[in-house]
């Protein structure tokens, strides 16, 4: 709605007359909302690059991270695996306070399970600024306001906001095994991967930027990489938060394992296209590992998961986020649906055996100033992720 100068003039004259009243009541209302805390959570922003050999030469992908912890000789940072990935690349990092290290990985989420990845750096370099705290994506609804802060098109640290248009979503083109995907509308662009996602009222991290939706069945597609339509996907921090647990506390990711095979529980379809919606009422399972656990407590192939520790399950991805927020020796209860009854199974979960705690790669080299290092990057071109 658009104000003639006739309101401005008549709320003027009433805000005279009222006096104390508006002052007390009313002013608060305009004054305008304060912006420290996300200048503040810029300080904690790193740009990331990372420096993959290749057979035309090396090449640098770069996004953003930023930091969750600094203890006396490691600062720990999160972003995306595929801007930090575990594969040997060089790591290089650098902080709001123009500080550029080598990073090293620590961990990262397995390449068929989860995109998040945990760099470590010397505390030094990080001294000073500030840390992230995880917040708890679940108690995300559509429409909550969204901050993301990254590195777009190369315009360093830059700050968007939008709403969550959907929760607890998977892309089959991923390939990822779980998923609980948050879909936004803020803008996000190559740069973005990697930053974090802060809710507007906790002022907390709930996601980490990932990647830019397509339509099904166009993977891959290069003409379309890299391209904002509108809707972005978001790691839920329930997922990094899993992996930066695990990592700090094993050096990888340990997830228990109910030895179960699962598919979507389809009951209800009538075309087979992406664009009609597949209806799935639970997960359906396919196959039970003789001598697991759970076989021995009853459950059988064609029993429809709908429940894990009294949280809904619609399908498969649903099952298989929850294995992967396990443990070993988790006490699991799973209610099944065996025709048209409701049964829960207690039993712990499998997996390889727990690793001692504590087993941390070595963070890497001492930090160095951002002049000793511009030769190494100054001869080798940008992409920026995703």
Request: glycine share 10%; hydrophobic share 40%; no cysteine.
């Amino acid at each position: 709605m658009h104000m003639t100068r006739i309101d401005l003039f008549v709320g003027a004259a009433l805000t005279v007359a009222a006096g104390p009243f508006l002052t007390g009541h009313v002013a608060p209302w305009w004054q305008p909302p304060h912006y420290d805390w996300i200048a503040n959570a810029e300080n904690s922003v790193v740009v990331i690059n990372s420096i993959t050999p290749s057979g035309m030469g090396p090449e640098i992908h770069m996004g953003a991270g930023f930091l969750v912890a600094i203890e006396r000789d490691r600062a720990y940072i999160l972003t995306a695996a595929h801007v930090a990935p575990d594969d040997g690349s060089k790591i290089i990092v650098t902080l709001s306070n123009r500080n550029q290290v080598y990073g090293k990985v620590l961990g990262a989420g397995p390449t068929s399970q989860a995109d998040v990845s945990v760099v470590g750096i010397p505390a030094a370099a990080a001294k000073g600024l500030p840390v992230l705290r995880l917040g708890n994506s679940d108690t995300l609804q559509p429409g909550e306001h969204l901050t993301i802060i990254g590195h777009p098109l190369f315009n360093y640290d830059t700050v968007t906001h939008g709403i969550v248009s959907a929760i607890h979503r998977a892309d089959p083109g991923l390939g990822l095994t779980a998923q609980d995907n948050i879909l936004t509308d803020t803008p996000v662009n190559g740069g973005n991967s990697g930053g974090p996602v802060l809710d507007d009222q906790t002022r907390e991290v709930v996601a980490i930027t990932d990647f830019l939706p397509q339509m099904p069945n166009s993977y891959p597609n290069p003409e379309y990489g890299g391209k904002f339509d509108g809707l972005g996907a978001l790691v839920s921090s329930r997922i990094a938060e899993k992996v930066y647990d695990d990592v700090r506390l094993w050096g990888r990711v340990v997830s228990g394992t109910s030895h179960l095979e699962v598919v979507d529980d389809v009951t209800r379809v009538l075309l087979d296209n992406p664009a009609v919606p597949k209806v799935s009422d639970g997960a359906r399972i396919v196959a039970v590992q003789d001598g697991s656990a759970a076989a021995e407590v009853g459950i059988k192939p064609n029993d429809v998961i709908v429940l894990i520790d009294g949280r809904q399950i619609n399908d498969a991805n649903g099952f298989n986020v929850l294995e992967f927020l396990s443990h070993p020796g988790d006490i699991e209860t799973i209610t099944v649906r065996r025709r048209q009854k409701l049964i829960s199974f207690a039993f712990p979960q499998g997996g390889d055996m727990m690793p001692p705690s504590n087993v941390i790669v070595p963070a890497g080299e001492e930090p160095r100033t951002a002049g000793s290092i511009a030769h190494d990057v100054a001869i080798l071109s940008l992409q920026t992720s995703p």
